[in-house]
């Protein structure tokens, strides 16, 4: 017999709690990400940081090499290049090297604070290797329109064509121009034809009012009654107390007959107002006719100021646009404290999935802060192009929870544009309710190359060199805006290009006479109504030089259009005139008549009232002597009688 | 990859098995808190080496962290609206002051609202999905795999040589 060996059923092998053949996948794990940190990481925050940049800035930005170290917590960037939005094949700004220790305390809170950071060998305008992408203007916005409306607002201010107006004045181009189609166009003869029209509307309604105030009979009628008033011989008190009401019944309605009439007379008085004002409008469309067709003939406005601003106007445009674009970054970048906000308290912002709370306290990290960086560069390096040194310090995602405003600091010269003894100074304080910005800058010794300063067609103010000087300033605070801007330039050497003798003669002139110009600027108030002004010597040596050739021609082209515009409007604005003289008479005067009618009925009415009255007192003073008359009388009989009484009695008893 | 495979088909052997109905169910737990978290967290970083260092089945905390995920994904306006309501309660301010400030805290990303919401609604379900992952594991077993089983397909598989070579396979490796 087979022996049947059974084995017995294997015991499940118990399993621990730990995991111990995952080790290895762990360690694979950890290797992998070390690999990645060692191979790759570098490469991906150099990405990274590059569109990041490139978005913020608007154009490419490279960075060459990018170099962290994990447990040095360090972060080494080299070869920075930002491309210039307006010339692509260049770079706006050129950095060798960068270097940032960061706080391992601040990166185990997920922040990111530069302790100290270095900056070395920094050039602007250096050539690309190629030409770097430019990204789309973004969407307009408030700040883009607001940007709009100052360059539109410069163009109109500092526009136009002067040196080619004054050659075409002095050509006789403006002796043929004729003004035969102004009738149109002009603003006051448009104006006159409002008023007119205006005017024969409200006529309409004042003479209806008029014809709605009480007539002669109505208040011939209150007179009539009046008059049939009874004021004396009265009988009795109540005679004279139904005479009283009768005269206050006629009293109401002679008050509501003068409200009507004075409701009527201020309003045709408020109208009339109305269209005098109007008509002294006028004057100041006939002023402004005058210029507008003082531009059509090109007659240019030869005041200093006008041309200062022609001079200066347009670079001091473009430099207040850069600060409004800087401004407008600055605050998008870095959120200033809210009006009501208290220094500890939550912030919050957009992003594209849920919204991220801040919950910072004075004194606590912000998501990035660079404490300090020290800026240096020395151009004696190899293509280094500028000798600077500086910092910047405290460059925070959030100042309010640093409590410090930015403050960039940067001193030095780039000899390879020939810029000597620049300071630049930048203080961005969003840390107060209305967030502020300050920038200063002054060149003390730059090179100006060939330069335009007038330009017409073939008729060129400008310069072929000089030494320049100048210093910029700009200070915003909330909405408000104060940038100043002061240049001189020296041993200069003009370049005059001009179609006719007398031009140049006036160009020339003014070139002798300022060797050296000065320009200075200003603008303030807020970005969308700025206050500008601009002065220059150039300015008044061209103004007087101009005058000096062209008065003449001037004013006599101004005395032509003053000529047409008073000939086109002149008849109509004379009879408009004398149409409104002549209503103001007849409305006044019928309004007048009936407040002169109504006083007179007030008059009689007073003087009937008082008469009433006085009856009213006479017979109320007889009654009550006839009444004390009476109560004597009483007295005397019932003394006689009481005395009678007595007398008697006293017989009766024997006394 | 292939170790997540491995622990798919795990997954399917353990379902099949009379044993690993816990496993299974943390697994499926803790795919519910890695669905809901961001994938580049401090709370993902803890919740892998949870299922790294613990016998709890991966492959259950995978397909929870990919389903779930959908459903996070889909849910993510409602949790907004929950992680906004508890940013924003006066009284936790404090409170989330203090862990702002705090080191590797802020590296959960708890102050955004999305991520706070769901991670509040994940820590809520996670005891709840463990508890129905066990039920749902018991429920398979006794209904989809007794069934299985009885079919003729699966008695007929059982009896081919390729079967009886796996069951040899696995009986001698594991």
């Excluded at chain 1, 973004?138 to 201010?157: Q, V, Y």
């Excluded at chain 1, 009539?224 to 009283?244: P, S, T, W, Y």
């Excluded at chain 1, 004379?574 to 007179?600: D, F, M, N, P, W």
């Excluded at chain 2, 995920?69 to 309660?89: F, K």
């Amino acid at each position: 017999m087979d022996k049947v060996v059974t084995t017995p059923p294997e015991k499940p092998k118990r399993e621990g709690l730990f995991r111990v053949g995952a080790l290895l996948p762990l360690g694979l794990l950890a290797a992998v990400l070390y690999l990645y940190f060692l191979l790759l990481f570098d490469a991906h925050a150099r990405w990274a940081l590059e569109s990041l940049a490139t978005r913020a800035v608007g154009a490419e930005v490279n960075i060459g090499r990018l170099r962290t170290s994990f447990w040095g917590a360090s972060l080494e960037m080299g070869d920075i290049q930002v491309t210039d939005a307006d010339e692509p094949a260049r770079n706006q700004l050129q950095i060798g090297r960068v270097r940032g220790q960061l706080l391992w305390d601040a990166l185990l809170r997920g922040k990111v604070v530069v302790e100290e950071a270095s900056i070395v060998d920094v050039a602007i305008d250096t050539p690309r290797a190629r030409p770097g992408r430019v990204l789309p203007p973004p969407p307009p916005d408030e700040g883009a329109s607001a940007t709009d409306a100052l360059l539109a607002e410069a163009r109109s201010r500092y526009g136009g064509n002067l040196l080619g107006d004054l050659a075409a004045l002095v050509a006789g181009g403006a002796s043929g121009t004729s003004f035969d189609d102004i009738g149109e166009a002009l603003a006051s003869a448009q104006r006159l034809r409002g008023l007119e029209a205006e005017l024969g509307v409200k006529e309409q309604a004042w003479r209806e009012r008029l014809a709605a105030l009480p007539g002669e009979e109505q208040l011939s009628g209150y007179e009539a009654r009046l008059r049939q008033l009874k004021r004396n011989d009265f009988r009795n008190v109540q005679e004279v107390q139904r005479g009283l009401r009768e005269l206050e019944a006629i009293e109401v309605e002679i008050e509501a007959a003068a409200r009507q009439v004075q409701g009527t007379g201020n309003a045709i008085s408020g109208d009339l107002q109305g269209v005098q004002k109007g008509l002294g409008e006028v004057d100041g469309l006939v002023q402004q006719d005058i210029r507008d067709l003082g531009a059509r003939l090109k007659l240019p406005r030869l005041d200093a100021e006008s041309l200062s601003g022609l001079l200066l106007g347009p670079d001091f445009a473009d430099r207040l646009v850069q600060v409004r674009g800087y401004a407008a970054r600055a605050r998008a970048y870095l959120p200033e404290r809210g009006p009501e906000e208290k220094p500890a308290q939550r912030q919050e912002r957009e992003r594209g999935t849920g919204k991220d709370y801040a919950f910072g306290r004075p004194n606590s990290y912000p998501a990035f802060w660079l404490k300090r960086a020290v800026i240096s560069s020395s151009a004696l390096g190899a293509g280094i192009a500028a000798d600077l040194e500086g910092s910047i310090v405290d460059l925070a995602s959030d100042p309010v929870a640093i409590g410090r405003p930015l403050q960039v600091h940067l001193k030095g010269s780039f000899p390879m544009r020939g810029v000597y003894d620049a300071e630049a100074r930048l203080v961005v304080d969003h840390t107060t309710p209305v967030p502020a910005e300050r920038f200063s800058l002054a060149l003390g010794r730059y090179a100006v190359g060939a330069r335009e300063l007038l330009a017409s067609g073939p008729n060129r103010l400008g310069l072929a060199e000089a030494r320049g000087r100048l210093r910029f300033e700009a200070q915003l605070q909330g909405e408000s805006v104060d940038v100043h801007l002061e240049q001189t330039l020296s041993d200069v050497a003009y370049r005059i290009e001009a179609e006719n003798d007398l031009l140049r003669e006036a160009l020339a002139g003014a070139a002798e006479e300022v060797s050296t110009v000065e320009m200075r600027a200003r603008a303030h108030g807020t970005w969308s109504q700025l206050e500008w002004s601009a002065r220059s010597n150039l300015g008044a040596a061209l103004q007087r030089s101009f005058s000096r050739q062209f008065q003449r021609q001037l004013d006599e082209g101004r005395a032509r259009v003053a000529a047409a515009v008073n000939e086109r409007i002149g008849a109509e604005r004379r009879r408009l005139e004398a149409q409104y003289a002549s209503l103001e008479r007849t409305l006044q005067g019928a309004v007048a008549e009936r407040q002169a009618e109504i006083k007179r009925l007030e008059a009689e009415l007073e003087r009937g009232k008082t008469q009433l009255r006085e009856a009213r007192q006479a017979l109320e003073d007889r009654i009550a002597a006839e009444a004390e008359r009476a109560r004597q009388a009483q007295e005397r009989q019932l003394k006689e009688e009481a005395d009678k009484a007595k007398q008697e009695l006293r017989k009766r008893i024997g006394l | 990859m292939t170790f997540f495979l491995r622990q798919v088909f795990e997954l399917i052997r353990l379902l099949h098995s009379e044993a690993g109905t816990h496993q299974i169910a943390a697994g499926f737990a803790l795919g519910l808190i890695l669905g809901f978290s961001p994938a580049f967290s401090l709370q993902t970083v803890v919740v892998v080496l949870l299922l790294l260092m613990f016998r709890i089945q991966i492959g259950a905390a995978l397909m929870g962290a990919f389903f779930f995920g959908l459903a996070a994904w889909a849910l993510d306006p409602l949790h907004d609206v929950a992680g906004r309501a508890i940013l924003e309660a006066e009284a936790l301010a404090p409170l989330f002051t203090t862990l702002y400030n705090m080191p590797l805290l802020p590296l959960t990303r708890f102050y955004n609202s999305v991520t706070m919401g769901a991670m509040v609604v994940s820590m809520a379900l996670a005891p709840a999905v463990y508890v129905i992952a066990r039920w749902l594991v018991d429920k398979y077993r006794l209904t989809v795999v007794a069934w299985l089983r009885s079919t003729r397909l699966y008695k007929a598989m059982r009896t081919t040589s390729l079967a009886k070579w796996y069951l040899r396979y696995k009986e001698l490796y594991g």
